[in-house]
């Protein structure tokens, strides 16, 4: 199924937004993560796990904290996105189907504290999808995850939304195919029974898709699904998982250079970029994390001559006791 802008000019002359027409909405807000796709410095796609609304004006709201700024940075210099919804897990939904929605983003250099509008309802989202996010509201971790509350606003405008079946996978099929390969990324992949594709079009838009790979001698080939276009080019591969709540989070992307095998693609992988919790997750992984989205935070209040804002704690609080006492 889909649904564009173009699409919704012909059937109307003043077209309402195209998520409160899109009749997957209810599929869409089920989801617990999407993946969410910006273009980076160097013309490569990526795409990273996040959490965000369907707001009442049709765009979709989706917040960075400044630990991690580069979805900002990406969206500042091309607009260009997408949204893939395709992990299902403790969604609910019996028969899920993956959601693509692409469109244009803005992201402003306001830095937002104030969980109002908008960010409010974000914010009690996560706080009653993700139970161990509230414990951050308390002493003293408030002294050192103010951070994660320090956030930049990412809205998209959607300019067409894509709907197809998720593919059929099996776990240990995954394993053995994987047995012995030494490709980068192969230890990560192997734990996972499929991926998202991350790649552009001719026209430089971004593709997503979730779908399988089998490792060969010189890289990964990936079963493109029917329907799905995609040009010769920096591309990537990213795995995530989440529990029912929210927790015990880990993702990974390997990236590299899509191309045209006869009729397949094969993606050529070059790096794994893995920026949180390890695969192999060792004892200092929470210290590493911890201290590296500190620094980030503070050169990016450093580089534009901000001071660091004042969080409301109390605000936060007031949303976590309602959601407490639903």
């Not at 960010?119 to 003293?140: A, T």
């Not at 015990?248 to 009729?263: E, I, P, Y």
Request: glycine share 6%.
């Amino acid at each position: 199924m889909e649904l564009s802008i173009d699409t919704m000019s012909r059937m109307n002359t003043e077209p309402e937004p195209l998520l409160a027409a899109s009749d997957l909405v209810a599929t869409l807000e089920a989801y617990r993560t999407c993946e969410f796709a910006t273009i980076g410095r160097d013309g490569t796609p990526m795409a990273w796990p996040t959490s965000g609304i369907a707001c009442g004006d049709g765009t979709f709201l989706l917040t960075t904290s400044l630990g991690y700024p580069q979805k900002a940075y990406n969206v500042r210099r091309d607009a260009r996105v997408a949204l893939l919804f395709s992990d299902p897990t403790a969604s609910g939904l019996a028969s899920a189907e993956q959601i693509l929605v692409r469109g244009d983003a803005v992201c402003p250099d306001d830095v937002h504290t104030d969980p109002v509008g908008d960010l409010g309802v974000f914010w009690h989202r996560i706080f009653e999808r993700q139970p161990e996010s509230r414990r951050y509201l308390d002493w003293p971790l408030t002294k050192l995850t103010d951070f994660y509350f320090l956030r930049l606003l990412i809205r998209i405008t959607p300019t067409d939304v894509t709907s197809r079946p998720l593919p059929a996978t099996e776990t240990a099929a995954v394993a053995t195919t994987f047995a012995g390969t030494e490709l980068v990324g192969a230890d990560v992949l192997a734990s996972y029974p499929s991926v998202v594709l991350t790649a552009r079009n001719r026209a430089g838009a971004v593709v997503m898709a979730r779908t399988t790979v089998a490792p060969v001698e010189s890289g990964y080939r990936v079963a493109m699904p029917d329907g799905v276009a995609v040009s010769e080019g920096p591309a990537s591969l990213l795995v995530h998982r989440h529990d029912d709540n929210l927790s015990k989070l880990h993702n990974a992307s390997v990236r590299g250079m899509l191309a045209a095998d006869g009729d397949e693609w094969l993606l050529r992988p070059e790096r794994l970029v893995e920026p949180g919790v390890r695969n192999r997750a060792g004892l200092t992984d929470p210290l590493r994390i911890l201290r590296d989205f500190r620094a980030t935070t503070r050169r990016y209040l450093e580089r534009r001559g901000l001071e660091r804002p004042q969080v409301p704690w109390p605000a936060y609080r007031a949303i976590r006791a309602a959601v407490n006492g639903h």
